[in-house]
T-cell receptor, first 111, second 113 residues
């Protein structure tokens, strides 16, 4: 089982749709969580951190469920420019620091 | 503006050759990382460094080495390139050791024939 798992998609949605991505992690000692965005043939860039209390940044909402060991990303009112791959990232610090990237979920937003 | 650069952006080499990929950052970050990205695997950590003269092995370090002689640079060397090392390589840096936000370079696409 992978340490961080994501549905690879692709998710094909029309403009204006709401789309949700989930990510599960296996290490209960994981400490911090992030969503990164990666455009085709580009480098990953931080989209948002994920806090226990949940956090929102405009059309994007991230949530963490420690009990079930998953994090989610909700995108409301999808734009064409949201088309990208979304990477779930989990940090642990047990026996040494470790950052684990999920394989990513591909999103296509269509006009 | 601070940035992180990688060179070359594209490289084709032959099996058995030694290859060095450069990474240079002007963020003045102590922490630097090398990843490879392959379809279906996401980014996997090769080596990382927490400061000058410090280097550590990551998840997929076999066949790779790094050195850190200054804050700005962390070159990645493939000692004897293999076809299995064909991949896209990303360098990253972060302010904090726990990698709260990692800033990535544009990547190097390496093909080993």
């Amino acid at each position: 089982r992978k340490e961080v798992e994501q549905d690879p998609g692709p998710f094909n949605v029309p403009e204006g749709a709401t789309v949700a991505f989930n990510c599960t992690y296996s290490n209960s000692a994981s400490q911090s969580f992030f969503w990164y965005r990666q455009d085709c043939r580009k480098e990953p860039k931080l989209l948002m951190s994920v806090y226990s209390s949940g956090n929102e940044d405009g059309r994007f909402t991230a949530q963490l469920n420690r009990a079930s060991q998953y994090i989610s990303l909700l995108i409301r009112d999808s734009k064409l420019s949201d088309s990208a791959t979304y990477l779930c990232v989990v940090n642990t610090n047990t026996g040494g620091f470790k950052t684990i990237f999920g394989a990513g979920t591909r999103l296509f937003v269509k006009a | 503006d601070a940035e992180i650069t990688q060179s070359p952006r594209h490289k084709i080499t032959e099996t058995g050759r030694q290859v060095t990929l450069a990474c240079h950052q002007t963020w003045n970050h102590n922490n630097m990382f090398w990843y490879r990205q392959d379809l279906g695997h996401g980014l996997r950590l090769i080596h990382y460094s927490y400061g000058v003269q410090d280097t550590n092995k990551g998840e997929v370090s076999d066949g790779y080495s790094v050195s850190r002689s200054n804050t700005e640079d962390l070159p990645l060397t493939l000692e004897s390139a293999a076809s299995s090392q064909t991949s896209v390589y990303f360098c990253a840096s972060s302010e904090r050791r726990d990698g709260n936000e990692q800033f990535f370079g544009p990547g190097t696409r390496l093909t080993v024939l």
